[in-house]
T-cell receptor
C-alpha cells in the first residue's frame, strides 16, 4: 500500500475538459497496474489495467500511461462528464504476490458544470 | 445478477462486542478478500482466500478472523471490537486467485463504527 501513491488528493475539472490523474509507485518489480473508480457509497469499480510490458493502453474515454523509468502511472479521462466525479485509485501487483493488490490513497475528482 | 453482496450496510458496536460481517458472491469466483478503507489510506488487505477451505492473512489481520467453508461465502469476524476498527469494510472477489487479468469485483461495503 505505501509503495503506491497519488500525487494530488483532489482534482477539480471543468466538464468537457480532459482529466489527468497521476500515481507514483516505488516498487520497480511491480508488473501489473489497475485503476479503480469509487463513487460515493459504493465499492471500487474496475476501469482499466496495464501490464509492465506496455507503455499505453486505451479504453472507452480512458487511457492509462505507464512510465517505468520514473515509476509513474497516469489515467487520462477524455471529455470529462459529471458522472466521472469519484475517487480514483491506482493499485499494483508485484511478484510473487500476484493475488494481493496494493492500493494508493486515492484522488478525488470533482467535475464542475 | 447480484455480484458481491455485503451485509449489513451499517453497524454500530460497543468496544468489546463481537460481530460477523457477511459477504457472498454468486459468480463462482475462486478468490475472495476483505479490505478496510480508512480516510487518506486507500484500501488495506485484511484476509484473503484462494479457494474453499483456504485462507491467509493480508497486511492488517490482527483482530479479525475469516473462514471459507463454501465458494460463495467469506464472512469476516471481529472477535472483540475496538475503536481502531472503525472503518468501511469491503469484500471483493475475482475469478482466479491470480488477480492479473482477473480484476477484483467489490461489494458496496459495510460502514462500521465502534464506540
Amino acid at each position: 500500500g505505501e509503495s503506491v501513491g497519488l500525487h494530488l488528493p483532489t482534482l477539480s475539472v471543468q466538464e468537457g475538459d480532459n482529466s489527468i490523474i497521476n500515481c507514483a509507485y516505488s516498487n520497480s518489480a511491480s508488473d501489473y497496474f489497475i485503476w479503480y473508480k469509487q463513487e460515493s457509497g459504493k465499492g471500487p469499480q474496475f476501469i482499466i489495467d496495464i501490464r509492465s510490458n506496455m507503455d499505453k493502453r486505451q479504453g472507452q474515454r480512458v487511457t492509462v500511461l505507464l512510465n517505468k523509468t520514473v515509476k509513474h502511472l497516469s489515467l487520462q479521462i477524455a471529455a470529462t462528464q459529471p458522472g466521472d466525479s469519484a475517487v480514483y485509485f491506482c493499485a499494483e501487483i508485484y511478484p510473487p504476490n500476484d493475488y494481493k493488490l496494493s492500493f494508493g490513497a486515492g484522488t478525488t475528482v470533482t467535475v464542475r458544470a | 445478477n447480484a455480484g458481491v453482496t455485503q451485509t449489513p450496510k451499517f453497524q454500530v458496536l460497543k468496544t468489546g462486542q463481537s460481530m460477523t460481517l457477511q459477504c457472498a458472491q454468486d459468480m463462482n469466483h475462486e478468490y475472495m478478500s476483505w479490505y478496510r478503507q480508512d480516510p487518506g489510506m486507500g484500501l488495506r488487505l485484511i484476509h484473503y482466500s484462494v479457494g474453499a477451505g483456504i485462507t491467509d492473512q493480508g497486511e492488517v489481520p490482527n483482530g479479525y478472523n475469516v473462514s471459507r467453508s463454501t465458494t460463495e461465502d467469506f464472512p469476516l469476524r471481529l472477535l472483540s471490537a475496538a475503536p481502531s476498527q472503525t472503518s468501511v469494510y469491503f469484500c471483493a472477489s475475482s475469478y482466479t486467485a491470480r488477480t492479473v487479468n482477473s480484476p477484483l469485483h467489490f461489494g458496496n461495503g459495510t460502514r462500521l463504527t465502534v464506540t
